[in-house]
């Protein structure tokens, strides 16, 4: 058989599996399971599985996934969103569809402390949705604008699915959380574009009237625990005081801090905070080890060396290639999530673009091409069929027919594809701020 006919069984395999709704990380880990045996042996494979887990999870560097997690469920949990949401609402009172732009700023600032964009989702839904459907949004624009401002929750640093492409890629995390800085700004100043466009050129999704409000003292202290936080834990990273590792950990604690001054946070939400942390961390995990038993499988087929060296043979653009790869993202959001999508696939696209001339050097292109990476997967974070933000905020919304939440997020994906075009062309908006960290 040859390596091309085996990587697509292996393929199939885990896409056959993941059919019959067997979860993903367990798909991965039997497709390659399967790659593995069929290719060297039952010995090898049983004395490579002796020590896979304890080689992936002895990196001291994975700490820094549960920690930002943790700090996402103190913020989750401490009554922190609801702050926010009424800040932001304060700032966009006197512009049309302003409570939809509110939800987008909150989502941004929430995303601040988060690093989960189903997180940001949820938990900005169950404070701005009643309050949409109470001064007249229609469900399907404030659904539509919960589900694409919880993409913010991975665009804005921390990123979860970020620091995930730094340890695979080997790369700076605060590198990579600087470059994200811009795009994620970008991308929230371009959803609030699309609802200001969206609300005059489709009438009757937002009220014509909105009731202005003041800035107050009030307003103004509500969100000065996120600013302090985001300051601590981003300040002291880039102001060499202590490494990206060392900032989760202190960004969690003063999250937990700043969520017990809020005085909603009991017993109760804290116990939960860790189970919610244990549980989804021991997803991420086994989803590491279900990619890492895949990737080794599909390395012994030589298919991803032979995919570079073809690659590099083609008379085609750089840039071209990254579009075909943004574009096979799309593709494939529509069956996996962003994290699966992500350990699965960088081993084999990484080792490609590095391999290709981009008249940069080797860390910018890594650093680009992460960021390129993170702005597709929140793409296909809305896009349908799947689209896991756009069916977690409609589950909360129980009212509104997932189709009118698929059409909500229509002018979003339209920014997000404007977005992504312009982050391909112009490579130096990531990286300017990279040349400011050490």
């Known amino acids: 058989m040859s390596s091309l006919s085996l990587a697509g069984m292996i393929f199939a395999t885990m896409l056959g599996l993941m059919a019959i709704r067997v979860p993903i990380a367990i798909a991965m880990f039997f497709a390659g399971c399967f790659g593995y045996i069929f290719q060297v042996g039952w010995p090898p494979f049983f004395n490579n599985l002796n020590g896979a887990a304890?080689?992936?999870?002895?990196?001291?560097?994975?700490?820094?996934?549960?920690?930002?997690?943790?700090?996402?469920?103190?913020?989750?949990?401490?009554?922190?969103?609801?702050?926010?949401?009424?800040?932001?609402?304060?700032?966009?009172?006197?512009?049309k569809g302003g409570l939809a732009m509110a939800a987008v700023l909150a989502s941004a600032g929430f995303g601040a402390i988060c690093g989960s964009s189903v997180a940001t989702a949820a938990t900005i839904t169950s404070v701005a949705l009643?309050?949409?459907?109470?001064h007249g949004y229609s469900g399907r624009l404030a659904t539509g604008t919960l589900a694409a401002g919880g993409t913010l929750g991975i665009l804005i640093p921390p990123s979860v699915p970020l620091?995930?492409?730094?340890?695979?890629?080997?790369?700076?995390?605060?590198?990579?959380?600087?470059?994200?800085?811009?795009?994620?700004v970008i991308a929230m100043l371009g959803y609030m574009i699309a609802i200001a466009v969206y609300v005059r050129l489709v009438p009757g999704h937002a009220?014509?009237?909105?009731?202005?409000?003041?800035?107050?003292?009030?307003?103004?202290?509500?969100?000065?625990?996120?600013?302090?936080?985001?300051?601590?834990?981003f300040g002291g990273i880039y102001g060499g005081l202590f490494t990206p590792t060392e900032g989760a950990g202190v960004g969690a604690a003063a999250t937990f801090v700043a969520a017990l001054l809020k005085r909603e946070l009991t017993l109760a939400k804290i116990r939960q905070c860790f189970y919610s942390t244990a549980a989804a961390s021991a997803m991420i995990f086994l989803i590491f080890i279900g990619a890492d038993m895949m990737n080794t499988s599909l390395a012994l087929t030589q298919v991803p060396a032979q995919?570079?060296?073809?690659?590099?043979?083609?008379?085609?653009?750089?840039?071209?290639?990254?579009?075909?790869?943004?574009?096979?993202?799309?593709?494939?959001?529509?069956?996996?999530?962003?994290?699966?999508?992500?350990l699965l696939t960088i081993p084999i696209f990484f080792p490609v673009i590095m391999g290709l001339d981009f008249g940069m050097p080797a860390e910018s292109v890594a650093i680009w091409f992460g960021i390129m990476v993170l702005m597709t997967v929140g793409f296909g974070l809305l896009a349908p069929p799947v689209g896991l933000n756009v069916y977690v905020v409609n589950g909360l919304a129980k009212d509104v027919p997932i189709g009118e939440s698929y059409k909500g997020v229509m002018p979003f994906l339209i920014s997000d594809v404007f977005r992504t075009v312009l982050l391909l062309s112009f490579p130096g908006i990531s990286l300017w701020l990279v040349q400011f960290v050490g």
């Open 130 to 134: 009643p309050e949409m459907k109470r």
């Open 207 to 233: 009220p014509e009237h909105e009731d202005q409000a003041r800035l107050t003292m009030e307003a103004f202290l509500g969100v000065a625990p996120i600013a302090i936080v985001f300051l601590i834990v």
């Open 54 to 95: 304890f080689a992936r999870f002895a990196s001291y560097d994975l700490s820094v996934i549960p920690l930002f997690i943790l700090m996402g469920n103190f913020a989750t949990q401490g009554g922190i969103s609801k702050a926010l949401f009424q800040f932001a609402s304060v700032v966009t009172s006197r512009f």
């Open 163 to 184: 620091v995930i492409y730094a340890i695979l890629t080997e790369q700076n995390i605060a590198k990579l959380f600087a470059a994200a800085m811009v795009p994620g």
């Open 307 to 342: 995919l570079a060296e073809v690659v590099q043979g083609l008379d085609v653009s750089p840039v071209m290639v990254v579009a075909g790869i943004m574009l096979f993202y799309v593709v494939l959001g529509a069956v996996m999530d962003e994290l699966s999508m992500i």
